[in-house]
């Protein structure tokens, strides 16, 4: 399986200020097609999880343009450019290149 | 717009058998995509369980292949969900999810774009 590793485990943000999150895989993510079937997804309190990008910088329906992914291989960042009140909630990687689909252990953004 | 909802019974005893059913309404099952299940432990990360394609091809999990069973209904648009020999440990909220494929020949899924509101299920005697 491929492990998806995430930093930091908790993100303290200011309000209007940015927050990344890493993430890693044990492989690379490259699939033979040759796309990067990397995700990033948002967990509200309470809610279920939400899919907010897509192979590695791709923003589904409805998601505002102040998240942004970047990366490459086995090297993925998610970025917030400026975080509002909304945005805390824990963030998983995920891939879907190789089954079994594999999740990071979440990262936690939460207001200072 | 597409619509996942679970349901089941929310407390199963200890070696019995977990049957969920998951109600998609905005779109065919029979038209595309995977559909399949993920679960999260209290408060802990995600679990993928397996997926499946309308026409029958299933990925499962190997942690769980031997215990899992997931199906599709296209008559009544909805998947289900058999996990048997259950432990504490199977103790989640269970989402149904559905999966887009890289290409109408691919077996591959890109990523998971619609989750279910999630059911809680607690497993003990």
């Known amino acids: 399986d491929i492990v998806m590793t995430q930093t930091p485990l908790s993100s303290p943000v200011t309000l209007g200020q940015p927050a990344s999150i890493s993430c890693r895989s044990s492989?690379?993510?490259?699939?033979?097609?040759?796309?990067?079937?990397l995700s990033w997804l948002q967990q509200r309190p309470g809610q279920p999880p939400r899919l907010l990008i897509y192979k590695i910088s791709n923003r589904f329906s409805g998601v505002p343009d102040r998240f942004s992914g970047s990366g490459a291989g086995t090297d993925f960042t998610l970025k917030i450019s400026r975080v509002e009140a909304e945005d805390v909630g824990v963030y998983y990687c995920?891939?879907?290149?190789?089954?079994?689909?594999?999740f990071g252990g979440g990262t936690k953004v939460e207001i200072k | 717009q597409v619509q996942l909802q679970e349901s089941g019974p929310g407390l199963v005893k200890p070696s019995e058998t977990l049957s969920l059913t998951c109600n998609v309404s905005?779109?065919?099952?029979?038209?595309?995509?995977?559909w399949g299940w993920i679960r999260q432990p209290p408060g802990k990360g995600l679990e993928w369980i397996g997926s499946?394609?309308?026409?029958?091809?299933?990925y499962y999990n190997p942690s769980l292949k031997s215990r899992v069973t997931i199906s599709v209904d296209t008559s009544k648009n909805q998947i289900s969900l058999k996990l048997s020999s259950v432990t504490a440990a199977d103790t989640a909220v269970y989402y149904c999810?559905?999966?887009?494929?890289?290409?109408?020949?691919?077996?591959?899924?890109?990523?998971?774009?619609?989750w279910g509101q999630g059911t809680r299920v607690t497993v003990s005697s």
């Open positions: 999810a559905r999966a887009p494929k890289a290409s109408s020949t691919s077996t591959t899924v890109t990523t998971i774009d619609y």
């Open positions: 499946m394609y309308h026409s029958g091809s299933t």
């Open positions: 492989q690379s993510l490259v699939h033979s097609d040759g796309n990067t079937y």
């Open positions: 995920t891939q879907a290149t190789q089954f079994p689909l594999t």
């Open positions: 905005g779109y065919s099952i029979s038209s595309g995509y995977y």
